[in-house]
């Protein structure tokens, strides 16, 4: 019996443009946060850069930073983006609004945000990681199929 083929699906992963914390080194998390200044510069380079290229469609979480930086490249592209609650941040817990100063300061013995990423430490009240990537997998093989 012969395979079917399926189309391959590309995905491309765009971050949400500077904000405001971003500049003072603060986890944002699931937290609205504007966006900074010089944004509106890092927005106008990636429309142009994607403006060429053959994308479909356009998956944005629901906070307005990633909005905001998503909607000139719709727009240009003549996409409605569709929001996707499982595409939010990672709920960062007790980090949220925190700054790596302010950890540090409390959690001596560890780098921020390596030791996160690490499995050395358990960020308080935080999403896992792992359920992180287990959403994130959920919502790529939905837009897949």
């Not at 999403?127 to 959403?135: A, D, F, I, N």
Request: glycine share 2%; aromatic share 6%.
């Amino acid at each position: 019996m012969p395979s079917q083929l399926t189309p391959s699906t590309f995905l491309l992963f765009l971050r949400h443009a500077q904000t405001i914390w971003n500049t003072e080194q603060r986890y944002a998390g699931q937290l609205e946060v504007p966006l900074s200044p010089e944004a509106s510069i890092q927005i106008m380079a990636i429309t142009k850069r994607l403006a060429s290229e053959p994308i479909k469609a356009i998956y944005t979480s629901p906070l307005h930073r990633c909005q905001e930086t998503i909607n000139p490249i719709a727009h240009h592209l003549h996409l409605k983006p569709v929001i996707n609650q499982d595409l939010i941040e990672r709920d960062l817990g007790e980090w949220q609004g925190r700054s790596a100063e302010e950890l540090t300061a409390q959690h001596p013995e560890h780098r921020f945000p390596d030791s996160a990423y690490s499995g050395e430490f358990r960020i308080p009240e935080a999403e896992t990681l792992e359920h992180l990537q287990t959403r994130v997998r959920a919502t790529m093989d939905d837009i897949h199929s």
